[in-house]
């Protein structure tokens, strides 16, 4: 997939620049002697940066369906993070109760309601509770935006919204969607979050490239 990016752009090292985490090596199962389906996961929170890996991840896709029979689903990941302040951790921790905010949504489109509504908050402050509703509308925002962005692809796309650490949640939505890439807007292996993750992370995690700027 990634050679076939290379070879589109006109670039003969992108590769070396985008694998920030090589793909691990699995053991050999039946899900592989079928033709399975492809998911790219795409840690994504309305940066450009992160725009642009959700563009590369939409054009792998579509390159990958011309090119092969495989089905192949975008999923784009964001994670509203605990920064250790007490009182957003308490937003958190409300919005955990509440299981719609958990829930993917599939194929989404303009005439349809936002999935993240302004819930009735009860048992907590005013204060708290327009923090919350901010944190959520904000949420809903940066997700719009990448289903609006699948649209224009008409591809298979999920999108995700988690709460807690940003490693954390994203190595759990890979293990659960069985990611065969995770994408995100660093371009080094340098990257606290490429550091995070650690070199036992279960996908291949790619970048975006230098060249991006130029």
């Given at each position: ?44 929170d309305g940066s450009p940066n992160s725009h ?31 920064n250790h302040n007490s009182e957003h951790a ?125």
């Open positions: 997939m990634l050679a076939r990016l290379q070879s589109a752009i006109g670039r003969d090292n992108l590769i070396e620049q985008m694998v920030l985490l090589p793909e691990p090596e699995k053991a050999f199962s039946q899900k592989d002697q079928e033709t399975k389906s492809v998911n790219l996961i795409v840690g994504y642009t890996a959700l563009d590369i991840a939409f054009w792998i896709a579509h390159q990958t369906r011309l090119a092969t029979n495989n089905e192949v689903t975008v999923q784009a990941v964001y994670v509203v993070t605990d308490n937003i958190l921790s409300f919005a955990k109760r509440l299981p719609v905010f958990e829930c993917q949504v599939n194929d989404v489109s303009r005439s349809v309601t936002p999935v993240l509504t302004q819930p009735k908050l009860q048992g907590i402050t005013p204060s708290l509770q327009e923090k919350t509703v901010a944190s959520l509308q904000e949420a809903d925002r940066i997700l719009w935006q990448a289903r609006s962005l699948a649209e224009e692809w008409q591809g298979s796309f999920k999108s995700h919204l988690r709460f807690g650490h940003i490693t954390t949640e994203l190595k759990k939505v890979v293990e659960l969607e069985a990611a065969d890439i995770l994408f995100l807007g660093c371009k080094s292996v340098n990257h606290p979050i490429i550091q995070t993750l650690g070199s036992n992370f279960p996908c291949a995690v790619v970048g975006i490239p230098n060249c991006i700027d130029e």
